[in-house]
Nanobody, 127 residues
Framework: QLQLVESGGGLVQPGGSLRLSCAAS????????IGWFRQAPGNEREGVSC????????NYADSAKGRFTISRDNAKNTVYLQMNSLKPEDTAVYYC????????????????????WGQGTQVTVSS
């Protein structure tokens, strides 16, 4: 069974850091771009960051630029999202998703591109 599992969420104070992990089971992530999306209560889901299957390209939402860093370790079949300088407005459920682009050097923050989704992990930024 193809599955993505997120972990690393939790409660953190403003200005703190968290590292989210997205682990795959049942398939290898080597040929997939991975995106991180989030959904806050009452809001639509939005793209946060993505990384190409090769790891050579990445994209960030404006809200994440300079604070979040996406990386991947294909040997561990895992993608990470390092989140620093967290703000209360970062509070959301964070989802990872996998997209099979034809190139190893592209990724886009378009939900419809992504075929496989995890169940999400809650991130709460509050004092």
């Amino acid at each position: 069974q193809l599955q993505l599992v997120e972990s690393g969420g939790g409660l953190v104070q403003p200005g703190g850091s968290l590292r989210l992990s997205c682990a795959a089971s049942g398939f290898t992530l080597d040929y997939f771009a991975i995106g991180w999306f989030r959904q806050a209560p009452g809001n639509e889901r939005e793209g946060v960051s993505c990384i190409s299957s090769s790891g050579g390209s990445s994209n960030y939402a404006d809200s994440a630029k300079g604070r979040f860093t996406i990386s991947r370790d294909n040997a561990k079949n895992t993608v990470y999202l390092q989140m620093n300088s967290l703000k209360p407005e970062d509070t959301a459920v964070y989802y990872c998703a996998a997209a099979g682009y034809g190139s190893g050097y592209v990724c886009y923050l378009r939900e419809n591109d992504y075929d496989y989704w995890g169940q999400g992990t809650q991130v709460t930024v509050s004092s």
